[in-house]
């Protein structure tokens, strides 16, 4: 059975740190593996997307890493900002399905 | 514009009432999704459909039923809510179950 685990659960960081959220998975088969965002009360915005063939997914700020053999992607954040403060969830694609992690809450202050 | 859509955002109702939530997604995604999330923030899958069939089955309570129209819907109705059903409630779609997953922007539910 698939399970991810999110690596801290909270982080409370300066404004302009650079920043890397863990997660992890027990089960290499996967499909892809995506990174979201979700603000207080709101619903997920995806951030990357990346397919078990690839080895990163960057998008201005944000470069996140995958290495399926030992179970582990990595997001990182550049110069961080507080309107990065959100709750960071990890997913991965298992034959039919989503599994999400636990959640990193990212609190960056000015 | 919007690309999974949700209704209603907000739901409080009293225990025991049945309830539904419409999802409606202009993706053109084969395969929709109804996630739970809990109080701690968990977010856990529920249902999927791929063209009106039924895929994944959760071990939900018989309580709860999806039902698809057409392969652009996938509405969600509980019957006899309990206390423990309040959570938000979560939409998605995806093509070929490969891609990226779009969800919606949630339904609070609120049983009282």
């Known amino acids: 059975k698939q399970e991810v685990t999110q690596i801290p659960a909270a982080l409370s960081v300066p404004e302009g740190e650079n920043l890397v959220l863990n997660c992890s998975f027990t089960?290499?088969?996967?499909?892809?593996l995506q990174w979201f965002r979700q603000d207080p009360g709101k619903g997920l915005t995806s951030l990357l997307l990346?397919?078990?063939?690839?080895r990163e997914q960057t998008s201005g700020r944000l470069n996140a890493s995958l290495d399926k053999s030992s179970g582990r992607s990595t997001l990182y954040i550049a110069a961080s900002q507080p309107g990065d403060s959100a709750t960071y969830l990890c997913?991965?694609?298992?034959?039919?399905?989503?599994?999400f992690g636990t959640g990193t809450r990212l609190q960056v202050f000015p | 514009d919007t690309a999974v859509s949700q209704t209603p955002k907000y739901l409080v109702t009293q225990m025991g009432n049945d309830k539904s939530i419409k999802c409606e997604q202009n993706l053109g995604h084969d395969t929709m999704y109804w996630y739970k999330q809990d109080s701690k923030k968990f977010l856990k899958i529920m249902f999927s459909?791929?063209?009106?069939?039924?895929?994944i089955n959760e071990t939900v309570p018989n309580r709860f039923s999806p039902k698809s129209p057409d392969k652009a819907h996938l509405n969600l109705h509980i019957n006899s809510l309990e206390l423990g059903d309040s959570a938000v409630y979560f939409c998605?779609?995806?093509?070929?179950?490969?891609?990226?997953?779009?969800f919606g922007s949630g339904t609070r539910l609120t049983v009282v």
């Open positions: 990346i397919q078990s063939s690839q």
């Open positions: 089960d290499s088969a996967i499909y892809n």
């Open positions: 997913a991965v694609m298992n034959t039919d399905k989503l599994i």
């Open positions: 998605a779609s995806s093509q070929v179950n490969r891609y990226g997953y779009t």
């Open positions: 459909y791929n063209n009106k069939e039924l895929i």
